[in-house]
């Protein structure tokens, strides 16, 4: 517990790595490049986490978000904002597209209040399906043809600036009074609403924060790769996005980082397998699924991301039945 | 007035697909309380299923029709049985994430194996009618009748045989009937036989209609067909197909006077409004939440 302030140390030597390592070069820019998108995977795991994991409703579009945020922060960067200046504006664009998601967010959150579980699931599908088909039909972004022109902004600071703040935020969400309602509506909505949680607020306040760490991926993802189409942000990107959330773990940020880790790392080794990539990949779920349906690191969470005052006071949400780690404080 | 009736036809065609695929999303649901997200790409294998034998043995339409449906229906139960079966006492989404690895280790396995588009033989030869200047074929012929017939028979089992009332039994209280005496994995494993059998005569009908298959076909069609469903009222097997001739006349209808492009766009876009205004489909009961 007194190591406390080693974490911010870590961070800011891990922000010096992060500049460092492109700047003399390091490593190679094929790594680089899996290390961003490592990065863009886990602040989409992690967001998907809070409303599939700590709130347990069962979210299917968070592609639709992410394309709704790298739609808005391109169009900002390449149509609105003076090309000299475009590298100092990135993170307004960014915080931009992850602005317009965030009000996707706010438009899915309203037929939560009516509808939970399968049902819900299938509105959130509903909207990815939409993003996508209107993106198609807007002939200014260039439609199904996609959208380029972008200058390659995102670097790996920014990514690692971006993994951290959110995760700092979204363990200071999990953890606040917010966070313990959103625990409360996974395990029962109904009790939970009798005994006075403001159910309403803390489902729009889940998926508005979600969706914006959605946009803020997406944004930093346009910006890798420069170009952009509605076909990237179909239901195979959301499906990727569940499987490294179930891979991670349930209502864990720490299991998000992981699973979204293991899983980016994995697919890069397996590409040498061509074709049967993609089939080892759901089979792999599938064994997870059947011998640890928790997920590597369900429930749990590494004592670093816990805030001091609940090491100290509350244990970590348990789930009966399972054994659950109590961090021992560090 | 001739195009409106010609549309007519369309929508019917593609209606009876959906509610066939519908039917097999909405039988498993009722039962498990599981959305099987694999039964688009059942779908999608029994298209191939038809395409191989038709190809390769060069069967004539019924023994292929027979034999997809009895190779898909096989499929399912196995499926049912390694990768469902030891989840049933789970939380519920990992039975849905099952499902949806499921789905996508299908394709992708058919996708090593048919890197590039196949075309469907033909099963049979397509006959064209035509009545002033509404024309009529015979495929459309076959397989609006062939549903109808495939979903009657459907619906005398749930309604009039043992089976069908285990089924509706367990779908009633899954926890009781088994002290009854009803052998439940047997039932479970009908269930899925029979939806998977009737994915995989909508596949077969399908290539023959739209004769370029791939292997992602299963996943549009397999969502649209479970938008029926819901539409219908999940669970509902009635419900399901309302729901995919709904779903089949909105799109034909969007498709007729809208560029179709816009034809995803409209259909999901009223699956929302329908959604938000009736959370449980149109035939669907609400289920009481108790504390």
């Not at chain 2, 299908?106 to 033909?122: A, G, K």
Request: contains cysteine.
């Amino acid at each position: 517990m007194k190591m406390r302030w080693m974490i911010g140390v870590l961070l800011l030597a891990g922000f010096a790595l992060s500049w460092a390592v492109p700047h003399f070069g390091w490593l190679d820019p094929y790594i680089l490049l899996v290390l961003m998108y490592l990065g863009i995977n886990i602040i989409l795991t992690a967001s998907l986490n809070l409303v599939n994991g700590y709130m347990g409703e069962f979210s299917v579009g968070h592609a639709g978000f992410m394309a709704v945020g790298a739609y808005v922060s391109s169009v900002l960067t390449v149509n609105l904002f003076p090309v000299t200046g475009a590298v100092f504006l990135f993170p307004v664009a960014v915080v931009g597209g992850g602005l317009a998601a965030s009000l996707a967010g706010l438009l899915v959150s309203i037929p939560s209040f009516r509808t939970r579980g399968d049902y819900l699931a299938i509105v959130t599908l509903a909207f990815g399906m939409i993003v996508k088909s209107a993106l198609e039909n807007i002939e200014s972004v260039g439609g199904p043809r996609g959208f380029m022109g972008m200058e390659q902004l995102t670097t790996l600071p920014w990514v690692y600036v971006w993994v951290v703040v959110t995760i700092w935020i979204l363990r200071n969400l999990v953890f606040s009074k917010y966070g313990r309602g959103m625990a409360a509506i996974r395990e029962d909505e109904v009790a939970c609403d009798l005994c006075g949680v403001h159910t309403r607020r803390v489902k729009i306040s889940a998926f508005v924060v979600s969706a914006f760490f959605a946009g803020v991926a997406g944004g930093l993802y346009a910006h890798v790769l420069q170009f952009i189409n509605p076909r990237m942000f179909d239901i195979l990107k959301s499906t990727e996005i569940l499987i490294m959330v179930y891979l991670g773990g349930m209502a864990s940020l720490g299991g998000s980082i992981l699973g979204a880790s293991i899983y980016t790392i994995a697919m890069e080794l397996l590409r040498e397998q061509g074709a049967w990539r993609m089939v080892l990949m759901p089979l792999l779920l599938i064994l997870l699924m059947l011998f640890r349906p928790r997920g590597l690191f369900g429930l749990r969470e590494f004592p670093w991301l816990v805030p001091l005052r609940d090491l100290v006071l509350l244990r970590p949400v348990k789930k009966q039945k399972e054994k659950t780690h109590v961090p021992a404080g560090s | 007035m001739v195009y409106f009736l010609q549309q007519t036809l369309n929508a019917l065609q593609l209606g009876s697909l959906y509610a066939l695929i519908a039917l097999g999303y909405t039988m498993v649901y009722g039962i498990l309380r599981l959305i099987n997200f694999a039964h688009g790409d059942l779908f999608m294998v029994g298209a191939f299923a038809a395409f191989g034998i038709a190809a390769w043995l060069g069967w004539p339409f019924v023994p292929t029709l027979l034999l997809s449906m009895a190779a898909v229906a096989a499929l399912g139960v196995l499926i049912e049985r390694l990768a469902y079966k030891p989840l049933r006492q789970a939380p519920k989404m990992s039975a849905v994430i099952t499902a949806l690895g499921v789905g996508i280790f299908l394709e992708h396995l058919m996708l090593v194996f048919n890197p590039y588009p196949r075309h469907m033989p033909e099963l049979m030869p397509v006959h064209l009618w035509t009545v002033g200047r509404l024309s009529l074929s015979s495929h459309q012929v076959l397989i609006i009748g062939l549903s109808l017939v495939l979903m009657l028979i459907l619906d005398w089992v749930v309604m009039r045989t043992k089976l069908g009332l285990a089924m509706r039994a367990i779908a009633w209280n899954g926890r009781i009937v088994p002290l009854m005496g009803v052998p439940v994995n047997r039932v479970i494993s009908a269930t899925f036989a029979m939806g998977a059998a009737l994915g995989a005569a909508a596949g077969t009908l399908y290539a023959m209609a739209y004769p370029v298959i791939d292997p992602y076909m299963g996943v549009l069609v397999g969502w649209k067909a479970f938008i029926a469903a819901v539409v219908g009222g999940i669970g509902n097997v009635r419900g399901a197909v309302l729901g995919g001739f709904i779903l089949a006349g909105v799109e034909i209808g969007v498709a007729a006077f809208l560029p179709t492009t816009y034809r995803d766009f409209i259909s999901f876009g009223l699956l929302l409004v329908l959604l938000v205004v009736r959370p449980h489909g149109l035939l669907g009961r609400p289920r009481l939440e108790k504390v």
